[in-house]
Nanobody, 116 residues
């Protein structure tokens, strides 16, 4: 099994910054196999959308709406999302996701609210 533990998030003013963290643990993930770690976000009534992803080899991909403002980074069993220049439209519940040969796992979600 694999567990993803998220931290970070909260309330921030427009233009502010936040960092999200997600650490993977458990016997189902050794960090050596090919894997993909990503951040998604979801707002009420909408589907969960990809924000950014990073492969084991640090190949990254970003949603157009966050490119240039958000940065995803990796360690062997952790992924981080540095969010700068936040705008109210970034308000959502953010989830980390891990894809490994054995399956897909999700973090518990963390609320990010951008408001003045």
């Amino acid at each position: 099994q694999v567990q993803l533990d998220q931290s970070g998030g909260g309330l921030v003013h427009p233009g502010g910054s936040l960092t999200l963290s997600c650490v993977a643990s458990g016997s189902g993930f050794n960090g050596r196999d090919y894997n993909l770690m990503a951040w998604y976000r979801q707002t009420p009534g909408k589907e969960r959308e990809l924000v950014a992803e990073s492969s084991k080899f640090h190949t990254t991909k970003y949603a157009d709406s966050v490119r240039g403002r958000f940065t995803i980074s990796r360690e062997e069993k952790a992924v981080y999302l540095q969010m700068n220049s936040l705008v109210p439209e970034d308000t959502a519940v953010y989830f980390c996701r891990l894809d490994v040969p054995g399956g897909t796992y999700w973090g518990q979600g963390t609320q990010v609210t951008v408001s003045s």
